[in-house]
């Protein structure tokens, strides 16, 4: 059966590395903006038949959405054998519970959306903070893709002397596995966020970092805020100037100016979003998942 690569807009380099490695054709989308706003979609290669594989970048998920359920339902109607989602970074993955009450828990409605439209779900290390798996919210078979292997790769080659830290507790998943995998040492601070772009970090004991080059490794750089109160409280206690890694590069609104501006040294990203600091490839762990996953799919059918 062939297999049929789709981008939605803004996706296209990593649909393309994505095809590339997988042997696959690409599958034309035309797409525009009517005057209002709303979106027009239409797929220009025959998919009747055919498996195929949306690749999306969500960075800015509510303008996006939409467009993302319209094309997984007209691949559908269009006679598609099976319809799948590369979704390299997910979003909407930190509301997770009610923090207060009468909050909508966005996770659980986004799965419950993308779940409908999509066969299977391919992404790279989504924020599981409280929840185990992915598999609690979304009803669809799901494959995450480990972004620590890469990074250990990258630090290992790419850094003299290297004590990763993570910023927070829910960062001590990737800064524990990329530690091991690099084979260097890390230490978890403690933050207290106070609103959308204030945090608070409480320093442990941190003499084991003199001498080394202080590696921050977090999963989302969103407003950069966390990253930025990192590197300025290391930077204040004489530390050398903190080279700051994120798995997904969101870098929301001046987040990328005014995190070089608090004094990182070098600042870089795997490539799950398009940015200038992508410097590590998660191509082929993600076209290898590609695989898995479908071969999982048509097993259980
Ligand atoms: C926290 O829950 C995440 O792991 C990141 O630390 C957080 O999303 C980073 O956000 P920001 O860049 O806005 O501080």
Redesign the pocket.
């Known amino acids: 059966m062939t297999l049929r690569i789709v981008s939605m807009p803004g996706a296209e380099a990593c649909a393309e590395r994505i095809a590339d490695r997988l042997g696959a054709s690409r599958c034309a989308l035309e797409s525009r903006r009517f005057p209002d706003g709303e979106i027009y979609l239409r797929v220009l290669d025959e998919v009747q038949g055919q498996q195929v594989v949306v690749v999306a970048q969500l960075s800015n998920p509510d303008p996006q959405l939409p467009g993302l359920l319209f094309l997984a339902d007209a691949l559908n109607e269009l006679g598609a054998a099976s319809v799948g989602l590369v979704a390299p970074y997910l979003p909407y993955m930190?509301q997770d519970i009610r923090f207060r009450a009468g909050e909508a828990v966005t996770s659980r409605s986004f799965a419950k959306l993308v779940s409908t439209a999509f066969a299977w779900l391919v992404t790279v290390d989504p924020?599981l903070?409280r929840l185990a798996s992915l598999n609690t919210i979304y009803r669809i078979p799901t494959a995450v893709v480990s972004s620590a292997p890469a990074i250990a790769a990258w630090v290992h080659t790419q850094v003299e002397q290297p004590h990763l830290v993570g910023?927070?507790e829910?960062?001590r998943q990737w800064v524990s596995e990329v530690a091991a995998l690099a084979g260097c040492p890390y230490t978890v601070l403690s933050k207290h966020r106070s609103g959308d772009r204030s945090?608070d970090l409480t320093l442990p004991d941190l003499q084991a970092l003199r001498g080394h080059t202080p590696v921050l490794v977090?999963?989302?750089?969103?407003?950069?805020?966390?990253?930025a109160a990192t590197v300025g409280r290391l930077r204040a206690q004489g530390f050398a100037a903190p080279i700051c890694v994120g798995v997904h590069a969101v870098f929301a609104g001046d987040?990328l100016a005014r995190l070089q501006a608090a004094g990182a040294a070098r600042i870089v990203s795997c490539n799950t979003l398009p940015h200038p600091s992508n410097a590590i490839d998660m191509t082929d762990a993600l076209a290898e998942s590609v695989q898995a996953v479908m071969q999982r799919v048509s097993h259980s059918h």
């Open positions: 930190r924020h903070h910023p927070d829910e960062s945090v977090d999963d989302i750089i969103s407003s950069g805020q966390t990253m987040a």
